[in-house]
């Protein structure tokens, strides 16, 4: 085991498989047409750990694990209990450690369950998408309704007490109704945490080629302020602009995201961050193929991932990105010291996005308004006009 960072830290691990493609997800995703290969995959992500926390000088303590995907739960628990030991040997735990496994209902085996928990995999985070099996239907999702709430409730029954329910709108076919529906069971189940999407259509995906017949913006808009409402009313907390939760069901690996963390990322097309020795800030992305990245990885002279550089022009713009979807916001000092961008060098810009009606500060933090976060782009596009210069810079 390593010795622990100052700061604890967070671990993505991605998992690239699905048994369908979704026609709405651009995330790095497989259909699984053959064998799942579960132990080569897991004993080239443990390779993974490994380089990655040398290239990345990283000693490190964990405070977050997120199993992401594609489906993870198509892997067994052995292959997850193999995957944790190694992280452990690697790395120091936080004694409140979250760590998450997605999950897609109708996939693997009810007793599963009992083994994630008992391996320490203490929240899940399943991708209901909506509770109508005509709408599932519609955007290629193979379990239905029920299965959903099956799962939730054997989550329960298990032991999990830290779940989140991931809920669509704006979806094809979706009318006013169904969306109500979709709510109301929702809200019954009474999940921790809920994770609200509006659909976007995103380039490279099925949807992209061929859009689908989608509700009118009015409709999608009103879906949108309905659920923060009922969600709000049912005792739930919006901290991000997609994120509610019950009070203390926060989720803390994607906080450390939105909070501009580091992160450690392994797995095919896993992105991750870190701070260097200077303090200059680096993201990196593994090799997306899953193939061409298990043999990258095990292959001591192919390089399975690419390094850049956060440019001094984008280091501000990458930190708001990522600030600015959050309810809190930001202190002038933590742009300071995360960015080292001192706030007299940009005060006129945010006086023209708080003049807009973007913006706001409340007891020393900046944060986005209700305006802000529904436009989002443009808010940072007053952000993309001007760049610190470099010996702004080099104050960090």
Same mark, same amino acid.
């Given at each position: 085991?390593?010795?622990?960072?100052?700061?604890?830290?967070?671990?993505?691990?991605?998992?690239?498989?699905?048994?369908?493609?979704?026609?709405?997800?651009?995330?790095?995703?497989?259909?699984?047409?053959?064998?799942?290969?579960?132990?080569?995959?897991?004993?080239?992500?443990?390779? +993974? /750990?490994?380089?990655?926390?040398?290239? %990345?000088?990283?000693?490190?303590?964990?405070?977050?694990?997120?199993?992401?995907? !594609? @489906?993870?739960?198509?892997?067994?628990?052995?292959?997850?209990?193999?995957?944790?030991?190694?992280?452990?040997?690697?790395?120091?735990f936080t004694d409140d450690i979250e760590i998450?496994?997605?999950?897609?209902?109708?996939?693997?085996?009810?007793?599963?369950?009992?083994?994630?928990l008992a391996l320490g995999i203490n929240r899940?985070?399943?991708?209901?998408?909506?509770?109508?099996?005509?709408?599932?239907?519609?955007?290629?999702?193979?379990?239905?309704?029920?299965?959903?709430?099956?799962?939730?409730?054997?989550?329960?029954?298990?032991?999990?007490?830290?779940?989140?329910?991931?809920?669509?709108?704006?979806?094809?076919?979706?009318?006013?109704?169904?969306?109500?529906? +979709? /709510?109301?069971?929702?809200?019954?189940? %009474?999940?921790?945490?809920?994770?609200?999407?509006?659909?976007?259509?995103?380039? !490279? @995906?099925?949807?992209?080629?061929?859009?689908?017949?989608?509700?009118?913006?009015?409709?999608?808009?009103?879906?949108?302020?309905?659920?923060?409402?009922?969600?709000?009313?049912?005792?739930?907390?919006?901290?991000?602009?997609?994120?509610?939760?019950?009070?203390?069901?926060?989720?803390?690996?994607?906080?450390?995201?939105?909070?501009?963390?580091?992160?450690?990322?392994?797995?095919?097309?896993?992105?991750?961050?870190?701070?260097?020795?200077?303090?200059?800030?680096?993201?990196?992305?593994?090799?997306?193929?899953?193939?061409?990245?298990?043999?990258?990885?095990?292959?001591?002279?192919?390089?399975?991932?690419?390094?850049?550089?956060?440019?001094?022009?984008?280091?501000?713009?990458?930190?708001?990105?990522?600030?600015?979807?959050?309810?809190?916001?930001?202190?002038?000092?933590?742009?300071?010291?995360? @960015?080292?961008?001192?706030?007299?060098?940009?005060?006129?810009?945010?006086?023209?996005?708080?003049?807009?009606?973007?913006?706001?500060?409340?007891?020393?933090?900046?944060?986005?308004?209700?305006?802000?976060?529904?436009?989002?782009?443009?808010?940072?596009?007053?952000?993309?006009?001007?760049?610190?210069?470099?010996?702004?810079?080099?104050?960090?």
């Amino acid at each position: 085991m390593r010795n622990a960072a100052t700061h604890p830290t967070s671990l993505y691990v991605h998992f690239p498989w699905c048994q369908s493609k979704c026609p709405y997800c651009d995330f790095n995703s497989y259909k699984l047409n053959k064998r799942l290969p579960a132990s080569e995959y897991i004993s080239t992500l443990i390779v +993974d /750990l490994k380089k990655t926390l040398t290239f %990345s000088n990283s000693s490190l303590e964990l405070k977050s694990i997120y199993f992401g995907g !594609g @489906t993870p739960n198509l892997f067994p628990p052995d292959a997850f209990k193999t995957l944790l030991d190694n992280i452990h040997e690697e790395c120091n735990f936080t004694d409140d450690i979250e760590i998450t496994l997605e999950m897609n209902p109708g996939i693997g085996q009810p007793d599963n369950l009992e083994r994630y928990l008992a391996l320490g995999i203490n929240r899940l985070s399943v991708g209901a998408q909506t509770f109508s099996k005509k709408i599932l239907n519609n955007i290629g999702r193979l379990h239905n309704e029920n299965q959903t709430i099956q799962l939730y409730k054997q989550a329960k029954k298990t032991g999990f007490e830290n779940i989140n329910l991931d809920l669509m709108f704006g979806l094809p076919g979706q009318t006013s109704s169904q969306f109500d529906h +979709d /709510l109301r069971q929702l809200v019954d189940l %009474s999940p921790e945490h809920i994770s609200f999407y509006e659909l976007t259509i995103e380039a !490279g @995906t099925q949807y992209y080629l061929k859009k689908p017949d989608l509700p009118d913006h009015e409709i999608i808009w009103s879906m949108h302020d309905q659920g923060k409402n009922v969600f709000e009313q049912a005792g739930y907390q919006q901290y991000e602009i997609s994120a509610f939760s019950k009070p203390g069901f926060q989720c803390v690996h994607n906080l450390n995201y939105w909070l501009y963390g580091d992160f450690v990322a392994i797995g095919a097309g896993a992105h991750g961050k870190y701070t260097g020795p200077t303090r200059d800030i680096f993201r990196y992305v593994k090799k997306s193929n899953p193939k061409r990245y298990m043999d990258a990885v095990m292959n001591t002279e192919d390089q399975f991932f690419s390094t850049e550089k956060v440019s001094n022009r984008t280091l501000m713009i990458d930190f708001l990105m990522n600030y600015l979807r959050t309810k809190s916001g930001f202190t002038e000092q933590e742009l300071l010291h995360k @960015t080292g961008v001192p706030f007299n060098t940009v005060s006129d810009l945010f006086a023209q996005a708080k003049s807009q009606g973007l913006l706001q500060k409340q007891h020393n933090q900046w944060s986005s308004t209700s305006k802000g976060h529904q436009f989002l782009n443009d808010l940072l596009l007053l952000f993309t006009v001007t760049a610190p210069d470099q010996s702004t810079l080099d104050s960090r």
